[in-house]
């Protein structure tokens, strides 16, 4: 993180803009502190557990938003730290809800960190950790496993060439949108800027009115293109370069993404034909654009699609919920998490009629073993019990039900824009209380960290040898 200071700095530097200072300050700062703990800590490594697994993971995630807050509660943005905090949270868990208006008149650098933030979110702060701390790589597996939730089979036989694999994949498809989006006409810092956050499927822009400011056809098509890549499993792109082990469609998880993608943004596209007239290859662009913003929880926004119709707020909430593919980039309940369940619900009602067959489930070419579903299950219990609480407490807050409702499912599934006046798409999260902005990032958080993580290292029984 202090190494990634730097960048920012020397863009604000370039700039001749004065906020270099705040980042090299805060560079020096978190890089003295990393020498002396590192220093400090030095000699026997200990045992890895399961238990050490999960409180690393969260410690190190909260440590990281922190670290990230500081450039921007010491810049030229007026916030207060929840807001800083919230910002660095909403940046490193990929969501992208801001506090932050007038980015079109902000300093590069601190466009640039905001990015920044959302890139090395995108591949998780657990990955990078593991390819520069040796120590780790005891329980490397456990611990990837225990931010990304992706439990595919092992590609690689050693976790160093696992993550390392999976950051050469992240860095030439970033360099890849980069490049399309300055040949579709992006000045080569918002090409750079935006490429980094569709590519971690999070949404920041580098411009109020965010990817609609550039007005072309032709960045919305890349946009989806490059958001649906972002959203699909990792390891895909590992096994397209090795020998007879690339198979795209092995994983149903990713027919079912793709579909989900297609059959939201025809009905979308109908919809719009039929309501408000609107020419349909007009209506299908940008109704896909949007939609598979929200679904792969991009967050960008071409326009204000709650405007459109009620349908259209009716196919975006339901689409706030989905996400992508585990082991990808991004948030929400996740498309693998979505066929199991399927799978589950159609066995029951097989067992209604015929009470004594012998169902077995299988994901694809593999048989579901009952931890996986207990594992789904207590996602699903959690992530509604969360939402319920968050709405609750947000609501005792003083917000209407429909922005406390939303905002706690953005935050949850880590997509960015609500519903609403306050925090639609229109909108942001700057005039929120400090209150709501704590509630809204441990939200963010537990969405990220796919609730048990994080929720874990609340029983008392689990601190209990």
Same mark, same amino acid.
């Given at each position: 993180?202090?190494?990634?200071?730097?960048?920012?700095?020397?863009?604000?530097?370039?700039? /001749?803009?004065?906020?270099?200072?705040?980042?090299? +300050?805060?560079? %020096?700062?978190?890089?003295?502190?990393? !020498?002396? &703990?590192? =220093?400090?800590?030095?000699? /026997?490594?200990?045992?890895?557990?399961?238990?050490? +697994?999960?409180? %690393?993971?969260?410690?190190?995630?909260? !440590?990281? &938003?922190? =670290?990230?807050?500081?450039?921007?509660?010491?810049?030229?943005?007026?916030?207060?730290?929840?807001?800083?905090?919230?910002?660095?949270?909403?940046?490193?868990?990929?969501?992208?809800?801001?506090v932050i208006s007038g980015l079109d008149a902000l300093s590069p650098g601190i466009l640039m960190w905001r990015s920044l933030l959302q890139w090395l979110g995108g591949i998780g702060i657990v990955g990078m950790v593991l390819l520069i701390l040796p120590s780790l790589q005891a329980g490397g597996l456990a611990l990837f496993h225990m931010e990304s939730s992706d439990k595919s089979d092992k590609v690689l036989p050693r976790i160093n060439q696992l993550v390392g694999g999976l950051v050469t994949a992240y860095v030439v498809l970033t360099v890849m949108c980069a490049v399309t989006y300055t040949a579709l006409g992006m000045s080569f810092f918002d090409a750079v800027n935006h490429a980094m956050t569709t590519v971690a499927t999070a949404g920041f822009s580098t411009h109020d009115a965010s990817i609609g400011y550039f007005d072309d056809n032709r960045i919305l098509f890349a946009a989806i293109v490059f958001m649906i890549l972002g959203a699909l499993p990792f390891v895909i792109y590992i096994r397209a370069f090795l020998p007879r082990r690339f198979q795209l469609w092995r994983d149903p998880q990713i027919v079912v993404f793709l579909m989900i993608c297609l059959v939201l943004s025809l009905a979308m596209s109908v919809t719009r034909r039929v309501v408000n007239d609107t020419p349909f290859g007009e209506a299908l662009l940008s109704s896909a654009f949007n939609l598979v913003s929200i679904i792969t929880t991009t967050g960008y926004a071409s326009e204000d699609y709650t405007l459109w119709s009620n349908a259209a707020i009716g196919l975006f909430f339901l689409a706030t919920f989905l996400g992508g593919c585990a082991g990808s980039t991004s948030g929400g309940i996740k498309a693998n998490r979505l066929v199991i369940l399927y799978l589950l619900v159609r066995s029951s009602f097989r067992r209604l009629v015929r009470p004594h067959a012998v169902i077995r489930l299988k994901y694809g070419n593999d048989d579901i073993s009952p931890q996986t579903i207990q594992t789904v299950t207590i996602f699903f219990f959690l992530f509604?019990?969360?939402?319920?609480?968050?709405?609750?407490?947000?609501?005792?807050?003083?917000?209407?039900?429909?922005?406390?409702?939303?905002?706690?499912?953005?935050?949850?599934?880590?997509?960015?824009?609500?519903?609403?006046?306050?925090?639609?798409?229109?909108?942001?999260?700057?005039?929120?209380?400090?209150?709501?902005l704590w509630i809204l990032s441990v939200g963010m958080l537990l969405g990220r960290l796919e609730l048990v993580t994080v929720l874990i290292l609340l029983f008392p029984s689990v601190w209990l040898d």
């Open positions: 993180m202090a190494a990634a200071m730097i960048i920012p700095a020397l863009v604000d530097l370039a700039d /001749e803009n004065e906020e270099w200072r705040v980042f090299v +300050g805060a560079s %020096l700062l978190v890089g003295m502190v990393s !020498v002396l &703990v590192a =220093v400090a800590t030095r000699g /026997e490594r200990p045992k890895f557990t399961q238990r050490l +697994g999960f409180l %690393l993971v969260t410690t190190v995630w909260l !440590v990281a &938003v922190v =670290v990230g807050s500081l450039p921007i509660y010491f810049s030229e943005v007026n916030v207060t730290f929840a807001g800083a905090f919230f910002e660095s949270m909403s940046g490193l868990t990929t969501t992208g809800s801001t509604f019990g969360a939402l319920l609480t968050g709405t609750v407490l947000l609501t005792m807050l003083g917000l209407d039900l429909v922005t406390a409702f939303t905002g706690s499912l953005t935050a949850l599934a880590n997509v960015g824009p609500a519903f609403g006046q306050i925090i639609g798409p229109a909108g942001n999260f700057g005039s929120l209380p400090d209150p709501v």
